[in-house]
């Protein structure tokens, strides 16, 4: 009973502000490109800016992680939000490509801690028969960010210049504060800052490889699109910089939308690696002719008919570590699922971004597309193999005397 209290009372402030912190990062992840592409960033560059601000969330999941479990998720909350609205303003300060790089590690740095803080903190406010609804709509609020986020920076583009906007912006962290002070402040850990316990009984779940290779399928070919779609909207698609805002926002529209009865999916199932497999090669396929399109229209299609499956297998990846949490710290494991998750992000750009600024957008995507959809196979592998294993179980010998 007091779990259902616990979560009409905080669950939906928390929800709030994972959309109110994702729309600033949604922004910036529209605008920072922009801007530095107007500064004479080439399109590895633009890529690497992408890639820096994610590795360094990579770098601070797991750590975070022990914080939270040391100082509870509310805390680490507050920091997060900090950072990010200081590397924010400062990006609108800067006036040449280098010093971006340094504010978007520190931006990286406050998405780790805030990816870590909100999904510790759902995960803490709710019961587990209903961690796959709960990260669904953790997931939409995300998603709804990322739609008002590029939405809102888009249309103010008509209006303002690209610096101006990055520093208007950063004004939707403020509707965060609500959920920070929800957020739970519950200690698991009081030995101070311990990792090694806690990650041991982590890596020694048997569903925990698997989910790793089925997040890295999924995050490496969905953050190189992701980083490379601004500028690859402007060059190839010939939008203008308010088209690939909308396109943007279609996207967490649709991914938005799928977040919920995704869930739902989720929690009906048995097994949830068929729902991360048909997500990773139904994304990859659509990567793939995104390539070979020009236009909005036809892209738009695309990412509509692709974006559902592979919202849902990232649902269903954070419903598996969610679980894997009941043997370890919470704080750890959902740092460790921060830390696969960004480096994913992170990986792509940097693998593909040289073939993007080579070969050009088709040939960058065709090949992570390829590499994402052999991770999958070898994440669908690696759970059949197990289940022909039992079924190959040999009888034992009928006692003497039973037949």
């Given at each position: 009973m007091w779990l259902s209290v616990l979560e009409t009372r905080r669950a939906p402030a928390i929800y709030a502000a994972a959309g109110a912190s994702f729309a600033a990062i949604a922004a910036r992840g529209l605008l920072v490109p922009l801007y530095a592409h107007g500064l004479g960033a080439s399109r590895f560059e633009v890529g690497a800016l992408f890639s820096v601000a994610t590795l360094a969330a990579a770098l601070l999941s797991l750590p975070s992680g022990v914080l939270i479990d040391r100082f509870g998720a509310r805390s680490l909350l507050w920091i997060s939000l900090a950072l990010s609205a200081g590397s924010q303003l400062a990006i609108a300060a800067s006036t040449t490509v280098v010093p971006l790089f340094i504010w978007q590690v520190i931006g990286g740095l406050g998405a780790g801690a805030q990816q870590a803080a909100l999904f510790s903190a759902v995960t803490e406010s709710v019961p587990g028969n209903r961690l796959g609804r709960s990260m669904g709509w953790l997931t939409f609020s995300m998603q709804a960010g990322f739609f008002l986020g590029p939405a809102v920076a888009g249309l103010a583009l008509a209006v303002l210049d690209v610096r101006t906007d990055i520093a208007v912006t950063t004004i939707a962290l403020v509707a965060a504060v609500p959920g920070a002070l929800a957020a739970p402040q519950t200690r698991q850990s009081q030995r101070g800052l311990s990792l090694a316990?806690?990650?041991?009984?982590?890596?020694?779940?048997?569903?925990?490889?698997?989910?790793?290779?089925?997040?890295?399928?999924?995050?490496?070919?969905?953050?190189?699109?992701?980083?490379?779609?601004?500028?690859?909207?402007?060059?190839?698609?010939?939008?203008?910089?308010?088209?690939?805002?909308?396109?943007?926002?279609?996207?967490?529209?649709?991914?938005?939308?799928?977040?919920?009865?995704?869930?739902?999916?989720?929690?009906?199932?048995?097994?949830?690696?068929?729902?991360?497999?048909?997500?990773?090669?139904?994304?990859?396929?659509?990567?793939?002719?995104?390539?070979?399109?020009?236009?909005?229209?036809?892209?738009?299609?695309?990412?509509?008919?692709?974006?559902?499956?592979?919202?849902?297998?990232y649902v269903a990846m954070g419903v598996v570590f969610g679980g894997l949490s009941e043997a370890s710290t919470r704080g750890v494991t959902m740092g460790a699922y921060g830390t696969v998750l960004f480096l994913g992000l992170a990986a792509g750009p940097l693998i593909f971004g040289p073939i993007v600024q080579t070969y050009g957008y088709a040939a960058g995507f065709t090949a992570c597309a390829v590499a994402a959809i052999g991770l999958a196979l070898v994440m669908a592998a690696m759970h059949v193999e197990p289940l022909r294993r039992r079924e190959e179980v040999p009888l034992p010998p009928a006692a003497p005397g039973t037949g």
């Open positions: 316990a806690p990650l041991r009984a982590l890596l020694g779940q048997r569903a925990f490889v698997p989910v790793v290779v089925g997040l890295v399928s999924c995050t490496l070919v969905w953050g190189t699109v992701g980083a490379f779609l601004p500028i690859f909207g402007k060059e190839q698609l010939g939008l203008a910089s308010s088209q690939v805002g909308y396109m943007l926002a279609l996207a967490a529209v649709v991914n938005g939308l799928s977040r919920i009865p995704g869930g739902r999916l989720v929690d009906a199932a048995t097994r949830r690696w068929p729902i991360v497999f048909v997500g990773a090669v139904v994304w990859s396929a659509a990567t793939i002719a995104l390539g070979h399109t020009s236009g909005f229209w036809a892209p738009a299609i695309l990412i509509i008919i692709g974006t559902p499956f592979i919202a849902t297998a």
